[in-house]
């Protein structure tokens, strides 16, 4: 029978946050990969620690911060071979991916690597989107509100378009943006209609309104929700 190659999310950061399925096959793999900095510890790693058994081999993708695609797809092609290797030697691997693999998950670079060459199953997790929510005690959206995610790198006015056509919005990815972002919607007179929520699930998670957040101290994971005023959610 051909090994299979599993794609798991494990989660916002609370380790009892992983499905019951993500954890069997995270459990039953010879294998486990999952991405780490190019230097430091794999946050997804650290989700799943308390669940790994100590047999099992672990293959760290050490991914460059570099905005350029290039070293990055280098990375991903030569971890897709890898993977490969233990496939044809017999061995599942599960892949751990951060949240969910397909809501702007790593796991997807190796999806498009692996989904052709060998058997892939990919196992939803649960996305940082509903466990800040939930962290906010914010309701996402309701009826027919339109739900908007938006990378804080996209510029100003790409920004404030997609903003001003939805009733709820999730900036993610804000680390180094935040200033600007809080500025925009300061300008767009929505400030007090957003939370700020970092580290959501884990021991640090921290809400605040914008107005209260040190922006030079802002981490990678960390959202904006905003809802504007009437929408069916609030
Ligand atoms: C590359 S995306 C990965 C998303 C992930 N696959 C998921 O399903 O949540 C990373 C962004 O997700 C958001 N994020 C992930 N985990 C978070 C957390 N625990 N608390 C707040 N934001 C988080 C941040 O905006 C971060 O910059």
């Known amino acids: 029978m051909t090994a299979t190659i599993y794609g798991l999310g494990v989660g916002p950061g609370d380790p009892e946050l992983i499905t019951v399925k993500a954890l069997r096959h995270l459990r039953a793999a010879p ?11 794999s ?26 695609r290039f070293p990055a797809e280098a990375v991903y092609d030569r971890a897709g071979d890898e993977i490969l ?4 030697a017999g061995r599942d691997v599960a892949v751990l991916c951060q949240g969910d693999p397909f809501f702007y998950g790593s796991f997807m670079y190796l999806f498009a690597r692996l989904a052709e060459r060998g058997h892939v199953e990919v196992v939803p997790g649960v996305s940082s989107l509903t466990a800040c929510a939930a962290a906010a005690r914010w309701p996402l959206a309701a009826r027919n509100d339109a739900l908007m995610v938006l990378p804080a790198s996209l510029a100003d006015d790409e920004l404030a378009r997609r903003i001003a056509a939805a009733e709820s919005v999730a900036l993610i ?15 767009l007179g929505l400030a007090g209609d957003a939370r700020y929520i970092e580290r959501a ?32 959610a609030r």
């Open 43 to 68: 946050f997804a790693r650290a989700i799943v620690a308390r669940w790994l058994v100590p047999a099992q081999i672990e293959l760290v993708i050490r991914v460059p911060m570099e905005s350029a």
């Open 201 to 232: 699930t884990t021991a640090s998670e921290r809400v605040l309104p914008l107005d209260a957040v040190d922006a030079a101290a802002v981490p990678y994971f960390s959202m904006i929700l905003l809802h504007r005023r009437g929408s069916a």
């Open 173 to 187: 990815k804000l680390g180094r943006h935040f200033a600007r972002v809080r500025d925009l919607l300061a300008n």
């Open 85 to 88: 290797g233990h496939v044809a």
């Open 31 to 41: 294998v486990v990969a999952y991405p780490a900095p190019e230097q430091g510890a």
